[in-house]
């Protein structure tokens, strides 16, 4: 671990013409009237210097002298501003000298902003409130008028109040950041993790290549096909506006008789049946549908967040999901990507390319569709590169399988992985052989693998569209039995981290399980856990409530906890229970085998330009060697790192000049053969 002999907290107010939501720091920083108005800093527990750069100030030679020193730590709140922020000026810094107390209060399983987790720890010197409109005001442009003189931004001396103001603003950022490192210091960041941690910002600076032909033809195309579909329906509805659900009913109405209650998406198969006898309706639905696909909004943010080489950088945030550590989207928001499934993507896309929209509308027939699968071809890699794409394969079931030791799972994933087949063979007391692709028996086993590892139900299975199968409940929960008993180590799993957890948080004391040496922990203001990497997982003021669940009317004790719910994005208290602590603890071991084979592979001398969930993609040199590098980053991903040396990890992927979805490198290269 580097060794440091001082501390530097620092935070900063800065100036740009960029709008940073839209487009991101990096593009923001880039931008060439970006500047630094105000500097706020402090040297261990001394007392915070105020370099007012707008004013006329000079860079103190202190500050200068501790930026150069790599025995310095240099501690900020999204320290990857900063960082890149004196980058731009001109004082480089090493990211290794960066402690970020935004990573330490999500590692400890609080906020992310530092306005949220300032009140979540009740801080002695809080982040002022005024900082909003103060930003808005000095660092933002604003908009010429009479009474401003027709001036494009504020200026220090346009408002010397509010300019003191938001110098004691700064004043309490480097405040609150400093109590913040000083009150979660005792939890140490291990090691592994600040390695990682340099690691994606090293990903998140190289940034990801964009095709902005591709994106701006793509644009293009949406806007000409909406005129063309908009009147179509016109000439066939005679609406002034046959995008407005409110006018296409009532139009149904007047047309039909029929009152349509709904047109979403999930009610549309419900709706088309009721018209089915009026062509004309089904006609405008169909072009309705159409106009409704929001298929470009990803081109356009490409386009907004790319900076002048064409790369967009910052869409990953790292310790995004602050229970499990995994990676978070920013900006391009990679992890929702919509699926290709064409088999001959080439063609499509270069219509595109094109602008030829009429031609890919008389070959596909939905042009928004097309538009939507071509996103991620958008993603390229640059000339003289292609891209070496490789994910683990049934990361989870494999995982969980490990954690609880569940042997035949094992052997199934140290074997040909077919964990459809052999859950099925095993809940249904066939042979493998009968478990084939497409019969109902497989899609049974499949809808259970994927509902049932976290302690689900029948709930889970209905979610997982078992109704939409035809099952019945009680179909349902004979499946979930079946699928209980075959794997009775998972189930013991679940019992166990739901016992041992209860228990460390009851007594406030440490619980060792037999599962892989997970450890829990409490000291009354955080649970924790343990994981086999050494990296522990942050459950914020455990308690128990007495709750009724499911279906049940007898309340049991159910452990609670506090943090961001999902369905909200507020802060506030959530219950969980075994299946849940299974689900954290698997996901959270998934993203350490993410980020051990991340450092792996960059140090192997591949350029990791993204990862989409549990898949990796990197830009290599097309020089011949290409099926040698694609091989070698299988084997670094299909290699555990010692903590885990019993884990039956497998990768696959393929080769591509940009990003898409295919099934494997075999299959890929079959299909382009066969099209050549």
Request: hydrophobic letters at 35%; charged letters at 30%; glycine letters at 6%.
């Amino acid at each position: 671990m580097k060794e440091f002999d001082r501390e530097l907290f620092i935070d900063i107010e800065t100036y740009s013409s960029v709008d940073i939501k839209e487009c991101g720091a990096y593009k923001y920083i880039a931008s060439p009237d970006f500047e630094i108005l105000i500097c706020g800093y402090a040297f261990g527990d001394d007392d915070v210097v105020m370099v007012d750069l707008a004013s006329g100030d000079r860079w103190p030679s202190e500050f200068l002298e501790a930026l150069k020193d790599p025995k310095c730590l240099k501690v900020a709140h999204n320290a990857v501003f900063e960082r890149t922020a004196f980058n731009r000026i001109g004082l480089h810094t090493e990211t290794d000298e960066w402690y970020c107390t935004l990573v330490k209060s999500a590692y400890c399983g609080l906020p992310l902003s530092l306005d949220a987790v300032s009140k979540q720890l009740n801080l002695q010197d809080k982040k002022l409130e005024t900082g909003k409109a103060l930003i808005k005001y000095f660092s933002c442009p604003c908009k010429p008028t009479k009474i401003n003189g027709g001036r494009t931004r504020n200026m220090p001396e346009d408002a010397p109040a509010k300019w003191a103001e938001y110098k004691l603003y700064n004043i309490y950022d480097v405040l609150s950041e400093r109590e913040i490192y000083r009150k979660l210091e005792k939890f140490e960041i291990p090691e592994i993790e600040r390695q990682l941690y340099v690691t994606d910002q090293n990903i998140n600076d190289r940034g990801i290549m964009i095709d902005r032909e591709l994106a701006s033809s793509a644009i293009y195309c949406d806007l000409e096909y909406t005129k063309y579909l908009t009147e179509q329906a016109r000439s066939i509805t005679h609406l002034e506006n046959p995008k407005s659900p409110l006018q296409i009913k009532k139009w149904i109405k007047a047309k039909t008789g029929i009152t349509v209650d709904s047109l979403a998406k999930v009610e549309m198969p419900t709706v088309l049946e009721k018209v089915k006898d009026y062509p004309e309706v089904l006609e405008a639905l169909d072009i309705y549908q159409k106009l409704s696909k929001t298929s470009v909004k990803k081109y356009y943010k490409m386009i907004s967040c790319a900076t002048p080489d064409d790369r967009v950088r910052g869409t990953f945030q790292f310790y995004g999901a602050n229970r499990t550590g995994r990676w978070a989207g920013r900006l391009l928001q990679l992890q929702n990507l919509s699926k290709n499934h064409f088999d001959d993507i080439d063609t499509p896309r270069e219509l595109i390319r094109k602008r030829d929209w009429e031609a890919c509308d008389m070959m596909y027939g939905n042009v928004a569709d097309v538009l939507s699968q071509l996103v991620r071809t958008a993603l390229i890699a640059p000339n003289g590169y292609t891209f070496s794409v490789a994910d683990f394969s049934a990361i989870e079931a494999r995982v969980v399988s490990w954690l609880a030791n569940e042997k035949w799972r094992m052997d199934v994933f140290h074997g040909d992985g077919k964990i459809y087949e052999a859950t099925g063979s095993k809940m249904f007391g066939v042979p493998i052989s009968a478990i084939t692709k497409g019969s109902v028996l497989r899609d049974k086993s499949k809808i259970s693998e994927l509902a049932l590892g976290y302690g689900g139900s029948l709930g889970a299975l209905e979610r997982m569209g078992g109704e939409k199968m035809g099952l019945t409940d009680s179909e349902m929960m004979d499946m979930v039995k079946k699928w209980r008993a075959a794997n009775p180590k998972i189930v013991a799993l679940w019992n166990e981290l739901e016992k041992s957890a209860h228990e460390a948080v009851k007594y406030q004391r440490s619980v060792r399980c037999t599962c892989r040496n997970i450890i829990f922990d409490c000291d009354g203001e955080y649970l924790t856990a343990r994981l086999p990497s050494g990296r522990q997982l942050f459950y914020v003021h455990p308690h128990f409530k007495n709750k009724t669940i499911g279906r049940s009317t007898r309340p049991v004790q159910v452990l609670m906890y506090e943090g961001q719910i999902q369905t909200t994005g507020q802060w506030g208290e959530m219950d969980t229970y075994g299946g849940k602590l299974c689900e954290n603890m698997v996901q959270a071991i998934a993203r350490d085998l993410l980020g051990y084979s991340l450092m792996q592979v960059e140090k192997a001398g591949f350029k990791v330009d993204f990862h989409v969930h549990d898949e990796m993609i990197a830009e290599i040199p097309k020089d011949g060697n290409e099926k040698d590098r694609y091989d070698l980053m299988v084997r670094i991903m299909s290699t555990p790192p010692d903590w885990a040396s019993d884990l039956p990890l497998r990768a696959d992927g393929y080769i591509t000049d940009y990003y898409r979805k295919a099934v494997s490198y075999t299959h890929l290269r079959a299909h382009e053969t066969k099209a050549n």
